[in-house]
């Protein structure tokens, strides 16, 4: 008998760079099985040990740019990667870790005469793209596992919808205008309504899809984890905020100063806020092609 003397082909390799940031992402990555036969995962410090990250075709970057150690671990990284896929809210927009960016927070931290050995903290925390060039950009926090495979995998017949709402399937009643905003886990959802019908406060209108709209099919208004749609992906947060703003006019009763102070408080700030950073400000905006 023969011996059987083709090769296997290589597959893919990919890494995971862990910066300042929860590990949500990670975990969103190991929900999902169809990278598994398809991928060679060589570095990613949750569940391969490793110290250095090798050369490898892809390599997907989570959390923010928070002490000199992420920004020594990023620019050292990039260069052995062919591909550079900045993941999720931190990455992207800061996230859990831009909180570090409060002043309150930062002199309470430097307050602390027992902290040793502890990487230097930058003046505030940065983007991944601060610093290297990004090739995709996968928001979310975390991305859903399937929007893993797409930025991974890039499938020809894979479209994430313009906005949440798209995916979302609850109906929108003219005739359902509520007076004031409801806040967060009060009152009693209806199932299959429109929640800004309801009076909760919900972004879905100007957040980007392809989330499933995991968050509002169940109940939960959007919080605007994916960040800004095309349409409002490189324009100030001015811009976003009336568009919002317009929504609610055109289908609540509510005031719109009642509105704007929600819409601006502490709740939203993690998400929304994130939605100007796109728009460049001291750098170009990020283009909406290389957004997922």
């Known amino acids: ?3 059987d003397t083709r090769k296997t082909p290589e597959l893919p390799r990919f890494a995971v760079l862990q910066l300042s940031g929860c590990a949500g992402c990670e ?4 929900n999902a099985s169809e990278w598994v036969e398809r991928f060679n995962l060589v570095y990613m410090p949750l569940v391969v040990t490793a110290y250095n990250v090798p050369e490898v075709d892809v390599l997907l970057i989570s959390g923010g740019v928070r002490n000199d150690e992420d920004l020594y671990n990023l620019r050292r990284a990039v260069k052995s990667a062919k591909k550079v896929i900045a993941v999720g809210t931190c990455a992207i ?12 927070v930062r002199k309470l931290f430097m307050a602390q005469s027992e902290r040793r050995h502890l990487p230097r903290l930058l003046p505030k925390s940065q983007p991944v793209d601060a610093f290297v060039e990004v090739d995709c950009y996968l928001p979310g926090c975390p991305p859903t596992p399937e929007l893993f495979m797409a930025a991974l995998l890039n499938p020809p017949d894979f479209k994430t919808s313009k906005v949440v709402c798209q995916e979302c399937g609850r109906k929108k009643l003219k005739d359902m205008r509520p007076k004031h905003l409801l806040g967060f886990q009060q009152g009693k959802v209806l ?3 429109c929640l800004i019908n309801q009076g909760y406060l919900c972004l879905g209108t100007s957040t980007r899809g392809g989330c499933r709209a995991l968050c509002t099919r169940p109940g939960h208004p959007c919080v605007g984890c994916r960040g800004p749609s095309d349409m409002l992906i490189e324009k100030d947060s001015q811009a976003w905020l009336q568009s919002i703003q317009r929504v609610f006019e055109a289908m609540t009763d509510i005031p719109p100063e009642e509105l704007r102070e929600a819409l601006l408080s502490p709740q939203l700030a993690l998400f929304l806020f994130q939605f100007s950073d796109y728009a460049g400000g001291d750098r170009p905006p990020r283009p909406k092609e290389k957004v997922l």
């Open 191 to 193: 199932p299959d309504i």
């Open 1 to 3: 008998m023969k011996k």
């Open 27 to 30: 975990v969103s990555l190991l």
């Open 93 to 104: 927009s800061g996230g859990v870790a831009n909180l570090g960016n409060r002043d309150e």
